[in-house]
T-cell receptor
């Protein structure tokens, strides 16, 4: 199993540009999520999905869109990049059962918006 | 609302010393889950342990041990006989059983092991 994969690893955008961060998992996990990590802030939830066709907002959703057309993929779209979105982005997945299982994280995407 | 506090920002220890990382959490749920993750300098997040609120047994895994105390809302992590490879940021996280199951992370402890 490859686990959770993310592309690209690094990206530089200009303010106002849009782009999509890709995330895929091959563990048949129902639950997938996107976090951003900023210095001194820990990780904060952007959006999450409990299964194909179902998404919801997390703690810091503004400026981001998601969709979940398949179990495997959960892309994150930046609509109009802003310098405040400079961050490291992590995708994660886990089983979605009655219990809350651990999340497995992808390697991260380091995004810089100039 | 769920909240995790890791008060010590950076901790430096000399190799072979023990180091304890404090984690204090807040939640209104009676059913919740606690986690520790390690983030080495390479940047990935590595799962270390999960504990649910009904299981207060302490756990030991090699040089790692965890002390869960519901009475003080704490889930502390100890590295025994630290090694340079233990240098990393360690995150404590909490997930309530209800709601969106989001992981609420603490701000992390930067552990620096000096050879």
């Amino acid at each position: 199993n490859a686990g959770v994969t993310q592309t690209p690893k690094f990206q530089v955008l200009k303010t106002g540009q849009s782009m999509t961060l890709q995330c895929a998992q091959d563990m048949n996990h129902e639950y997938m999520s996107w976090y951003r990590q900023d210095p001194g802030m820990g990780l904060r939830l952007i959006h999450y999905s409990v299964g194909a066709g179902i998404t919801d907002q997390g703690e810091v959703p503004n400026g981001y869109n998601v969709s979940r057309s398949t179990t495997e993929d959960f892309p994150l779209r930046l609509l109009s990049a802003a310098p405040s979105q400079t961050s490291v982005y992590f995708c994660a997945s886990r089983k979605n059962r009655e219990e809350v299982y651990e999340q497995y994280f992808g390697p991260g995407t380091r995004l810089t918006v100039t | 609302a769920q909240k995790v506090t890791q008060a010590q920002t950076e901790i430096s220890v000399v190799e072979k010393e023990d180091v304890t990382l404090d984690c204090v959490y807040e939640t209104r749920d009676t059913t919740y889950y606690l986690f520790w993750y390690k983030q080495p300098p390479s940047g990935e997040l590595v799962f270390l342990i999960r504990r649910n609120s009904f299981d207060e047994q302490n756990e030991i895994s090699g040089r790692y041990s965890w002390n869960f105390q519901k009475s003080t809302s704490s889930f502390n992590f100890t590295i025994t006989a630290s090694q340079v490879v233990d240098s990393a940021v360690y995150f404590c996280a909490l997930s309530e059983a209800g709601g969106n199951n989001r992981l609420a992370f603490g701000k992390g402890n930067q552990v620096v092991v000096i050879p």
